[in-house]
């Protein structure tokens, strides 16, 4: 009867921790490489607009992001249906929805037989071809957010990405498309346990986010 108990109760923990790992909870930093297509700004431009690092910080629904260039883009999402930007250039927070349907959709995506370890992760390739162009999307299973959190997250594809990637959480993505080109790699990833007052936002006046 003991030895039952003690298999069971291991059974239990060992099934906690998988539970545990299931759901990635701490901070990413990035380096970041943005090109502007349409010949309005240089390389070097966009680099000091934009920078070249971003953090995110994740838990469950939630999620802040920071780039640290001139722009200062802030970023908040508490896992409704509207996400908040606030820039430096700004007095007020920028709201968009990210339940509506995005512009740009979605044509195939193949899984490709190429691997990569990326800041420590063993991560898989995904290529996505869309209306606009093309994503290449480097995921591991071993960092991953459970995909039912973003179901109806459809701006920048995530609710896409997380259901056929099983939540993986993006290492490295490089997107390819009409007017801009971009690549984003996982630098840092860290696992901790984040303060839910992180992912508050300021309380500033609130204006719609219209895109150019």
Same mark, same amino acid.
């Given at each position: 009867m003991k030895k039952n108990v003690l298999f069971a109760i291991s059974f239990l923990l060992l099934q906690f921790?998988?539970?545990?790992?299931?759901?990635f909870e701490?901070?990413?930093k990035f380096k970041v490489e943005f090109k502007? +297509?349409?010949? =309005?700004?240089?390389? !070097?431009n966009m680099k000091q607009f934009m920078g070249n690092e971003q953090t995110y910080y994740l838990k469950k629904e939630k999620y802040k992001s920071e780039l640290n260039?001139?722009?200062?883009?802030?970023?908040?999402?508490?896992?409704?249906d509207t996400l908040f930007m606030k820039t430096a250039m700004t007095k007020s927070?920028?709201?968009? +929805?990210?339940? =509506?349907?995005?512009? !740009?959709?979605?044509?195939?995506?193949?899984?490709?037989?190429?691997?990569?370890t990326i800041a420590g992760v063993k991560c898989k390739l995904v290529i996505v071809k869309t209306t606009k162009g093309t994503h290449k999307y480097y995921y591991s299973n071993d960092?991953?957010?459970?995909?039912?959190?973003?179901?109806?997250?459809?701006?920048?594809?995530?609710?896409?990405?997380?259901?056929i990637t099983n939540g993986g959480i993006s290492i490295?993505?490089?997107?390819?498309?009409?007017?801009s080109y971009s690549k984003i790699e996982a630098v840092f990833i860290e696992r901790k346990t984040l303060d839910d007052k992180i992912f508050i936002?300021?309380?500033?006046?609130?204006?719609?986010?219209?895109?150019?």
């Amino acid at each position: 009867m003991k030895k039952n108990v003690l298999f069971a109760i291991s059974f239990l923990l060992l099934q906690f921790t998988l539970q545990a790992q299931d759901n990635f909870e701490g901070i990413i930093k990035f380096k970041v490489e943005f090109k502007d +297509k349409t010949g =309005e700004m240089s390389d !070097e431009n966009m680099k000091q607009f934009m920078g070249n690092e971003q953090t995110y910080y994740l838990k469950k629904e939630k999620y802040k992001s920071e780039l640290n260039g001139l722009l200062k883009m802030t970023t908040f999402y508490n896992g409704n249906d509207t996400l908040f930007m606030k820039t430096a250039m700004t007095k007020s927070l920028m709201y968009a +929805k990210v339940t =509506e349907e995005e512009e !740009e959709k979605v044509i195939s995506h193949k899984f490709t037989d190429i691997t990569e370890t990326i800041a420590g992760v063993k991560c898989k390739l995904v290529i996505v071809k869309t209306t606009k162009g093309t994503h290449k999307y480097y995921y591991s299973n071993d960092v991953r957010i459970d995909p039912k959190y973003y179901k109806n997250h459809k701006m920048g594809l995530w609710n896409y990405f997380m259901k056929i990637t099983n939540g993986g959480i993006s290492i490295r993505s490089i997107t390819d498309v009409e007017d801009s080109y971009s690549k984003i790699e996982a630098v840092f990833i860290e696992r901790k346990t984040l303060d839910d007052k992180i992912f508050i936002r300021p309380n500033l006046p609130i204006t719609k986010y219209i895109e150019d």
